[in-house]
């Protein structure tokens, strides 16, 4: 067997990365402080328009059509910084859209990845429940809708 790198499915070309290691930034607010424990909701999907064709019965055409970005969830620890609420309680009466950027980064800390979600705006905001018997960590969620997602890979 060879043990040429190029030809080798553990190339280190092909690195993968910690999910646990990310940045969040907002470009049009400012968040003092808190660092996010979690983010979900990357996804993009394209609807399909099925159109049967007349006469045509061993097939159905399948058409792409529009397509729909999930929305991103953001969650962290409670802290003293309200920018999130503040932004959110506002977007109630005027929305003021920024472009959320997320950042994965490497095992030494230096940009991998980047995606823009551009418009972005919070839908729903949620604390989590409070419990005197309880030793987790009171966290906030935050909901965040967007007008698109641009990928961006960062050079090593």
Do not use: C
Request: hydrophobic letters at 40%.
């Amino acid at each position: 067997m060879p043990t040429d790198s190029k030809n080798s499915l553990a190339s280190t070309r092909n690195k993968v990365h910690h999910a646990g290691l990310f940045k969040v930034a907002f470009q049009g607010i400012t968040v003092e402080e808190g660092y996010f424990t979690q983010v979900t909701g990357f996804s993009s999907q394209t609807d399909v328009l099925e159109y049967p064709e007349g006469g045509q019965n061993s097939f159905v055409h399948r058409l792409p059509t529009r397509v729909k970005q999930g929305n991103i969830t953001l969650k962290r620890g409670v802290v003293s910084d309200a920018a999130l609420l503040e932004w959110y309680q506002m977007a109630v009466v005027q929305v003021q859209p920024v472009t959320l950027v997320i950042t994965l980064l490497s095992a030494s800390m230096q940009p991998v990845k980047v995606w823009n979600f551009v418009n972005a705006y919070p839908i729903k905001w949620s604390g989590s429940d409070m419990n005197a018997s309880s030793t987790e960590v009171l966290t906030e969620t935050l909901e965040v809708a967007h007008g698109g997602m641009t990928v961006q890979a960062v050079a090593a």
